[in-house]
C-alpha cells in the first residue's frame, strides 16, 4: 500500500515558478514508478510527467524545457519544479504511483493523492 501527500500549490504570477513535493508512505517506493498529472475545470485529468526507479523521466509536451520531475528516494519524496508558469497550467495538480513501467495514463495508475491547486494569474 502506497500513501501520498502533496504540497507546494499556490498563487503565482505568469512566468514565476512553483515545486510541488509529493510524500510517500511505503517501503517499495523506491521500485514505483511515479506521475505527475493535472485537471483544469471542466477537462479531463492530464499527464504532465513522469519518473521511474532509475531517475528516467518522460514529460508532456506542453510542459518539456519548462517543468523537471526529480525523485529522492531516502526522503521518499518525488518533486515536481516548474517555472515559466503559465495562465494555462491552472489546475489541480496529483501524485499518482504504480509498479513500473512509466505510462502516462491515468487509468494505469494504482495510487493517487489528494492533489493540491496551482493558480497562474495573467
Known amino acids: 500500500q502506497v500513501q501520498l501527500v502533496e504540497s507546494g500549490g499556490g498563487l503565482v504570477q505568469a512566468g514565476g515558478s512553483l515545486r510541488l513535493s509529493c510524500a510517500a508512505s511505503?517501503?517499495?517506493?523506491?521500485?514505483?514508478?511515479m506521475g505527475w498529472f493535472r485537471q483544469a475545470p471542466g477537462k479531463e485529468r492530464e499527464f504532465v510527467a513522469a519518473?521511474?526507479?532509475?531517475?528516467?523521466?518522460y514529460y508532456a509536451d506542453s510542459v518539456k524545457g519548462r517543468f523537471t520531475i526529480s525523485r529522492d528516494n531516502a526522503k521518499i519524496t518525488v518533486y515536481l519544479q516548474m517555472n515559466s508558469l503559465k495562465p494555462e497550467d491552472t489546475a489541480v495538480y496529483y501524485c499518482?504511483?504504480?509498479?513500473?513501467?512509466?505510462?502516462?495514463?491515468?487509468?494505469?495508475?494504482?495510487?493517487w493523492g489528494q492533489g493540491t491547486q496551482v493558480t497562474v494569474s495573467s
Open positions: 499518482a504511483a504504480r509498479k513500473p513501467p512509466i505510462v502516462t495514463q491515468a487509468t494505469l495508475y494504482d495510487y
Open positions: 511505503g517501503r517499495t517506493f523506491s521500485t514505483y514508478a
Open positions: 519518473i521511474n526507479w532509475s531517475s528516467i523521466t
